[in-house]
């Protein structure tokens, strides 16, 4: 018998090629007229020009934005909001120029415009993580869900290959936990088939044409479809091993994910058969983790931790962090079969369950 809740989040999304054309109206509509534009140091240009379309409308930019939303960057971009008086943000970027924009809205309740141009999600959800003295946190909060989304493929083309591969990952392993969520509903495993579907359709055709806008419009709205699955529902194993890893090898975000994702769909492939089917299914493959495993080779992507930059004495470390405060999965957590699926991501190895 079907039995869920399910907390919708409120949002605007404009989605297509020129729609970040629309920023002007969109700061109309919220009745802003000072916005200040966010970007990491990589899209200072992009970030520029965005602001000379909007004229007077931009108040300012601040491109320091990095990685893991250092509370330390925060504060420095909370005194330019302050001194360039400005009522709205614009978030040009990844998940590091809208966890800047989510970490202001935190401490000003300023309106956020948002225009992604990787596949991290972040901007449908309601969730910040932010780092402070070498630990990360993270809360969750309505105050931090972005008001407007402006999803224009023409802005992801130039997100090189390997990032595109990687970037897809990391929305694909929103979709998978979602769907094996503790608090799974419906509507949120359809995204979640629908998100991974439109990923493997896509992600082969950028890895040898990365201009393609077909195919940059369909990994767009896959990402669209996974960031709403990470936001509506908890998630498990995969993410939480993913931020245990990050935070204490600083091993680049997306890359990680599409390493890991593979080994931890192996440790709950026994304890929920029926989803991974569906998910295998989704990925036209018999079995989900292998099937992942061999697309992210196909596509080129690094499959070791060791790849990354983590170092072999880590794994233990990193076995002992997971497993401390424990959280939902469909699996319980065993310290052995964890080793061995960090061992396993650390060498490259085919998942195992
Ligand atoms: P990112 O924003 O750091 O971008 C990665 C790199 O790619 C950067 O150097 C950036 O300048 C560059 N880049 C981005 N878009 C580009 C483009 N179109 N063309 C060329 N270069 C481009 O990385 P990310 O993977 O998007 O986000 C990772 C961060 O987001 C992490 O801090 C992670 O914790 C956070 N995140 C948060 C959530 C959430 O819901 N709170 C969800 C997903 C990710």
Known sequence: MMQFAYDALPGRVVFGVGSRQTVGAEMERL???????????????????????????AAGLFCGAVMHTPVSVTRRAVEVVRSVNADCTIALGGGSAIG??????????????????????????????????????????????PEVVLYDPELTITLPPNLSVASGFNAVAHAVE??????????????????????????????????????????????????????????????????????????PHAEMHTVILPHAIAYNELAEPAIMRSIAESIGTDTASLGLYQLSGRLGAKRSLRELGMPEIGIEKAVLQAAQNPYWNPRQLELVPIRELIRRAWAGDPPAP
Request: proline residues 5%; positive net charge; contains cysteine.
């Open 31 to 57: 009745k802003c007229s000072r916005a200040l534009i966010l970007a990491t140091p990589g899209h200072e240009a992009q970030a520029k020009t965005l602001g000379q379309s909007l004229g007077k409308s």
């Open 100 to 145: 800047l924009g989510k970490a202001i809205a935190l401490r000003t309740d300023l309106p956020q415009i948002v225009l992604p141009t990787t596949y991290a999600g972040s901007e449908m959800t309601p969730i910040l993580g932010e780092t402070a003295e070498g630990q990360k946190t993270t809360q969750r909060s309505q105050k931090v869900l």
């Open 178 to 251: 979602a769907t094996y969520a503790k608090d799974r509903n419906p509507m949120i495993s359809l995204l979640a088939k629908e998100a991974i579907s439109a990923f493997v359709r896509s992600l082969p055709i950028l890895v040898n044409h990365p201009a393609d806008l077909l195919a940059r419009s369909e990994a767009l709205y896959g990402a669209w479809l996974a960031g709403t699955c990470l936001g509506a529902v908890g998630m498990s194993l995969h993410h939480k091993l993913c931020h245990v890893l990050g935070g204490t090898f600083n091993l």
